[in-house]
């Protein structure tokens, strides 16, 4: 790993919990192997592109990584509604990251719809440079994941593919096609490949307690938490 430098951001209102305030440790690296960021993830890291970060807040500890145990999970009603509903109807294409002006399109539709209806906070329409320094430049290969509903684009995700699971970066989606719960659909399917692969574990990032949209991380059961003592505990069977 070659890191080119480290920080502690200021305190500023929580993105998650507003009534808090939030600190975030980073770590630029011009460098990163995969294991170098499987060993970081269980240690609470996440990243976007060439940014590592993880919660440095004061007081609060609310953010908690979560992972899933592929093989026990089990799938809850709503789980099995969604993988009845879509299965034959979306189709998944996992190829390398690019950036094109229909993925642009439909980020800026997604997180349009997020603030609007989710009190996100407002953001310009992202533009391809950025777009690919979050999710096209990386350190090591990333999986794009490419969702497809009546031959158009209507989710996607990053994923890492690491020797002892698979790390889910961020997925978006065609926000008209909520009824179809694609997050959800999104996570099946990456169950279903760890199984495929016999890897144990799917980070879904971080659970945070008190934040609505953050909930339906915790459904997906058995999982784990990183308490703040470094070490992995069950948190919901």
Known sequence: MKSLYRFVSSPSQCGYLPDQDWRLEYDIVAKLTRQEYMERLLQGWRRF????????????QACESIRVLVDRYQPNRNARRVRKMNTMAVSLTIDKPSVTREKL??????HAFQAEHKGWPQHPAKDAE??????????FPTEEWRY???????????????????????????????KRSLGTWNILCLLDRAAQLRLPHLYLGYYVAGCPSMQYKATFTPNEVLGSDGVWRTFRT
């Open 49 to 60: 592109g060439h940014s590592l970060f993880r919660p440095r807040c004061r007081n609060c």
């Open 105 to 110: 399109d439909l980020y800026d539709r997604y």
């Open 130 to 139: 950025s777009y690919a320094a979050s999710f096209v430049l990386n350190p």
């Open 148 to 178: 497809y509903y009546d031959g158009r684009l209507v989710g996607v995700g990053y994923v890492d593919s690491l020797s002892a699971g698979l790390s889910a970066i961020y997925f978006f989606y065609d926000p008209s096609l909520r």
